[in-house]
């Protein structure tokens, strides 16, 4: 299914470079890169994959330990393919596809010795297993492609401030991936736990876990908001020599990681909904989130602030996205727990 989707996604550069109001000298670099980067997007399904196989067992250290290894790896071989090999942008591509074939060469063996992956079906009944594998799957799986959506369409509202504003929101952006890594370590390693409590009926133990769960989230990202709007300034200059990219960077910085914790209690709801099997809910939660609070908030302050109207939007967008969450999770548990 994704080497489906990287196919498509190659095919239709064409208008999604257009969709995006990309300029006329980036094509040749598509079409130099993309098919480089889409194969580094197939070997990090493939892994990822591998991962969660081991969490939904209940191992959380071999994959940390991996995802740990591929990125210093990565980390190593990048210089090398990009300046010594003198590759450029390619080489960033081929880096990452060299780091996470070895992780999967190490971890899938590992998956097979403990039995964790079968290709024995036996009396598995197929079609019963793929519906109630689909159940979930599908609301699930479109909560992962709304954000990459909800990403293009904001890019589209950046490029109309130009190719400095696109470039500082992209940098951005890698530092706010870096802002909620410990987020994203959340929404991995709790659904496992939910999902025990759930079948185990402890709903008290659930909403306990959750809340002490969102208060870590919150005063993290907080403390990190601080750090970040101090150093603002100089982490922009160390970022970027172009000085319009330089304030986009600091503009950036000193508005939209205060919405961080916000965010956080979002990304982490969507999973914990999906761990207690309302999907739906969860997908719906992603699709308010984006639709509904973020794009339209940066979009609204682009048309009346500009440029720092999108920062501002964005922290208003995701506070009223992690205020949704919140309630929208509140009455799922309530609701199986009255249920039962």
């Not at 064409?14 to 969709?19: E, F």
């Not at 090398?80 to 992780?103: C, D, R």
């Not at 297993?129 to 990403?151: D, G, Y």
């Not at 950036?252 to 309302?278: D, E, F, R």
Request: aromatic share 12%; hydrophobic share 60%.
């Amino acid at each position: 299914m994704v080497f489906t989707m990287c196919l498509l996604i190659w095919f239709s550069r064409g208008t999604i470079l257009n969709l995006l109001g990309a300029q006329a000298d980036v094509f040749h670099v598509i079409d130099d890169y993309w098919p480089i980067w889409l194969a580094s997007c197939w070997t990090g399904a493939m892994i990822y994959f591998a991962y969660s196989v081991c969490r939904a067992n209940g191992d959380t250290k071999l994959p940390g330990l991996m995802m740990v290894i591929t990125s210093i790896i990565n980390m190593i071989l990048d210089p090398i393919f990009i300046f010594h090999f003198n590759l450029g942008l390619n080489g960033a591509a081929w880096a990452t596809i060299v780091s996470f074939s070895i992780g999967f060469c190490i971890i899938l063996p590992s998956i097979f010795k403990r039995h964790w992956i079968s290709f024995s079906w036996g009396n598995l009944p197929i079609l019963h297993s793929i519906k109630e594998l689909n159940s979930v799957m599908s609301p699930a799986m479109m909560s992962q492609l709304l954000p990459p959506l909800s990403s293009m369409m904001a890019t589209k509202i950046i490029a109309s401030f130009g190719a400095a504003a696109v470039a500082g929101w992209a940098m951005a952006s890698r530092i706010e991936f870096f802002a909620i890594v410990i987020v994203l370590a959340l929404t991995m390693s709790i659904p496992p736990m939910v999902g025990k409590m759930l079948g185990a009926k402890q709903f008290n133990e659930i909403q306990k876990l959750i809340k002490i769960a969102a208060k870590f989230v919150l005063a993290w990202q907080i403390s990190l908001a601080v750090l970040l709007f101090v150093i603002a300034k100089p982490l922009a200059n160390l970022l970027s020599t172009d000085t319009n990219v330089m304030a986009v960077i600091q503009s950036y910085l000193m508005w939209v990681p205060a919405s961080l914790g916000s965010l956080g209690i979002c990304m982490l709801m969507v999973s914990v909904c999906n761990a207690l099997g309302v999907s739906i809910r969860a997908l719906t939660i992603s699709i308010l989130r984006l639709f509904v609070c973020f794009l339209p908030m940066i979009w609204l302050g682009s048309t009346l602030f500009g440029l720092h109207g999108v920062f501002i939007g964005a922290l208003i967008g995701n506070t009223m996205a992690g205020i949704m969450a919140w309630i929208m999770y509140t009455q799922a548990i309530n609701k199986l727990q009255n249920n039962d």
